[in-house]
T-cell receptor, first 114, second 113 residues
Framework: KQEVTQIPAALSVPEGENLVLNCSFT??????LQWFRQDPGKGLTSLLL?????REQTSGRLNASLDKSSGRSTLYIAASQPGDSATYLC?????????????FGPGTRLSVLP | EPEVTQTPSHQVTQMGQEVILRCVPI?????FYWYRQILGQKVEFLVS????????KSEIFDDQFSVERPDGSNFTLKIRSTKLEDSAMYFC???????????FGPGTRLLVL
């Protein structure tokens, strides 16, 4: 059974810092991995999607990497801003079909202080 | 990002009552998914549904849960006899133009008293 973990559980940084969030998964036979953002009491917003054949994806100040063989992904946030404060979730999918669900990690709660 | 909508945004119910949560997925898509998130815990998969049939389900999705597509644009999650432990945020999700990802609705916060 796939298990996804994330460290740290919480992180507090001053504005402007670069930071790295970590995600690990136990079964390396994944189809893709996705990073989501969740604001308190809200839904999930997709940030970056990495296919199993890819090693990284970039969007603005965000960069996600994937090392499938070691079961790890990182989300790098450059020049953090208070508006980045949220919980960041990592999720993996096993198979290449519509019915396949995401398996989520517990998230990293990020606070960026002005 | 494509929009998935859910109603109601909040619902409070008494233990043992039936609740129906509604979702309008991205238009014309026949797949949708339900997830739940108990406060402070992980987002957990409940069920995926395709063209009026359950595609996959988790061990959480027991006999007290059911999913339906009552009309062409709505999908519902019914909990027949709610328990205190059903209190959670319930999210529906819909694929986009490809099967690569899923777009999540804003959620329904269910509180069972």
């Amino acid at each position: 059974k796939q298990e996804v973990t994330q460290i740290p559980a919480a992180l507090s940084v001053p504005e402007g810092e670069n930071l790295v969030l970590n995600c690990s998964f136990t079964d390396s036979a994944i189809y893709n991995l996705q990073w989501f953002r969740q604001d308190p009491g809200k839904g999930l917003t997709s940030l970056l999607l990495i296919q199993s054949s890819q090693r990284e994806q970039t969007s603005g100040r965000l960069n996600a990497s994937l090392d499938k063989s070691s079961g790890r992904s990182t989300l790098y946030i450059a020049a953090s801003q208070p508006g980045d404060s949220a919980t960041y979730l990592c999720a993996v999918r096993k198979r290449d079909n519509y019915g396949q669900n995401f398996v989520f990690g517990p998230g990293t709660r990020l606070s960026v202080l002005p | 990002e494509p929009e998935v909508t859910q109603t109601p945004s909040h619902q409070v119910t008494q233990m043992g009552q039936e609740v129906i949560l509604r979702c309008v997925p991205i238009s014309n898509h026949l797949y949708f998914y339900w997830y739940r998130q108990i406060l402070g815990q992980k987002v957990e998969f409940l069920v995926s549904f395709y063209n009026n049939e359950i595609s996959e389900k988790s061990e959480i999705f027991d006999d007290q849960f059911s999913v339906e597509r009552p009309d062409g644009s709505n999908f519902t999650l019914k909990i027949r006899s709610t328990k205190l432990e059903d209190s959670a945020m319930y999210f529906c999700a819909s694929p986009g133009s490809s099967k690569e990802t899923q777009y999540f609705g804003p959620g329904t916060r269910l509180l069972v008293l």
